[in-house]
């Protein structure tokens, strides 16, 4: 009983120092308050940006793919083999396969 209450009082003093460093950080940039105007076109500035953003996702959306592909030849062995455990590790791997496969698509249907 010792050992959990050492232990949530330690989570809370991390908790609040990392809040405190938050609340630091953001009355810190509000009491600068620099602000800059952009001039004329800005697409030489964001278009590399874009072009960044795409290959990462479509990297992401590919890696996606491969472990979905893998997990459901591994979800496929562990059915045939009766291995529950397998089974529900394949079946985490394919959810994460879809997330990251779909990432893309959600992300671009959200604006970003």
Do not use: C, H, R
């Not at 697409?43 to 590399?48: I, N, Q």
């Not at 045939?80 to 698509?105: E, H």
Request: hydrophobic share 55%.
């Amino acid at each position: 009983m010792n050992k959990i209450i050492k232990t949530i009082k330690k989570a809370t003093l991390k908790l609040f120092g990392m809040a405190s460093v938050l609340i630091a950080m953001g009355w810190l940039s509000f009491s600068t308050g620099i602000i800059s105007y952009a001039a004329g076109d800005t697409s030489a500035v964001t278009k590399p940006l874009e072009n960044l953003k795409t290959l990462v996702l479509a990297v992401i959306g590919a890696i996606g793919i491969i472990i979905l592909a893998k997990n459901v030849m591994e979800f496929a062995q562990a059915y045939q083999a009766q291995d529950s455990a397998t089974m529900n590790s394949a079946l985490k791997g394919i959810v994460a396969g879809v997330i990251m496969a779909g990432i893309a698509t959600v992300l671009t249907f959200l604006g970003f």
